[in-house]
């Protein structure tokens, strides 16, 4: 008696049960229903939000990628990616460049001048250029006071709001000012194609006391559940700077003792709970903020050595990087903030690491989405899922 064929709902149910997008992978190659249920939009978008996205490579300014290199738990994604990751389809004057930031498969760059910015999608060859923010727009937050030369600004980008399109493709970019009386900011969205500005808000309401100044600014931006945190160079200030990106307001929070004197990095801790890791000396404190969303716990410390560095952060890793003692470079690493698993990911032949960001996206196969919905395509879609399960099943 022959057997009633599973149907695609049932198929459906136990990919998304599969421990592994390689699993995916693997058993979409098997046959041709199969590879027809993963392939589905519907399910993709299922599944990715099961599984997040491998950490590829880091990504410096000067649009070079550093991939993740054996026996790093990442590195064959970020073998395959490398083979069609680039930029050398964005507009002419590709060399003017300057990566500014990267989140979600998208990566941020300005210009030559500041207010040329684009964002792209280097694994689906696609760009968007973002208009200027309107000259009347700028003028209604202008600060009389702005820190010489000129004010200081941080663009980066954001996860759609609320109230849009909640898809692989809609994103956000904030442009960030700081001038010597208040805090000003704008913010574009991929769904309306438009800029609109922030209310400003005095320095004097949201940190009593602070006069921010060229040597006291909020410079290291890292973020967890949804909110953006900044800490001042500043060791008399243990307040953080925070962006609350749903609704849009900012506001300040105490970071933890430890990181006073010492340069600290946010990570995602669970229960929508963030954490902090702290290197002093060495070693390597990590707190979580309780409920009550002021105080904080140290949860765990580890002993380093010397030579090692913070760099930053995703939700999910801690990035560090420990200078050579025998010849010039640096080599770089990831902590997984659950299992605490120190991994080696790349080196580079500088001492110091110029700026750097994290590029996460699933390789070029049945999980690679576009990121971009509008502006240029280089490179057909089917061609990257053709050539991914070709490999798999080779």
Known sequence: MASLPVPDEL??????????????????????????????????????????????????????FHPAVPPHTSAPAASAAALVADFSFLPATASDWAVQDSR?????????????????????????????????????????FPLPP?????????????????????FRVISMTQCKTKLFAFVFSSSSGQWRALPSQRWNDLIAGWLPSTDTLFRFREYSYGCFYWRT????????????????????????????????C??????????????????????????????????????????HYLIGSTERYLLLYKLRSSWP?????????KTFQLEKMCSASAFRPPKLCTYSNFPPSLLSLPTISSGVEKEAEDMLIKDSVASSSG
């Not at 000129?150 to 809609?170: K, M, V, Y």
């Not at 470079?329 to 903030?337: H, I, M, N, P, R």
Request: with cysteine; net charge negative.
């Open 233 to 264: 160079d500043c060791d008399a200030e243990k307040n953080m700077l925070v962006l609350d990106t749903r609704r849009m307001e900012f506001s300040s929070t105490e970071s933890p003792p430890e990181a006073k004197y010492s340069y600290g």
């Open 150 to 170: 000129q004010p200081w600004r941080q663009i980066f980008l954001a996860n759609p709001g609320d109230d849009e399109p909640a898809d692989e493709t809609s």
């Open 11 to 64: 198929v459906a149910e136990i990919f998304l049960r599969l421990p592994t997008p390689a699993d995916l992978v693997l058993a979409a190659a098997s046959c041709v229903s199969f590879r027809r249920v993963a392939a589905h939009r519907s399910f993709v978008r299922r599944f990715r939000k099961l599984h997040a996205p491998p950490l590829l490579c880091l990504l410096d300014g000067g649009q070079t």
């Open 329 to 337: 470079g640096s080599d770089f690493y990831t902590l997984d903030v």
């Open 266 to 307: 946010m990570v995602e801790a669970g229960e929508n709970r963030p954490g902090m890791f702290v290197l002093t000396d060495g070693v390597l404190s990590y707190s979580i903020r309780q409920n009550d969303g002021r105080s904080w716990q140290k949860e765990k410390t580890i002993s380093l050595g010397s030579r």
């Open 104 to 144: 979600d498969g998208r990566v941020l760059l300005h210009g030559a001048e500041i207010t040329e910015m684009l964002v792209c999608d280097p694994l689906h060859r696609r760009y968007l250029l973002l208009p200027p923010i309107p000259d009347d727009l700028a003028a209604s937050v202008e600060d009389p």
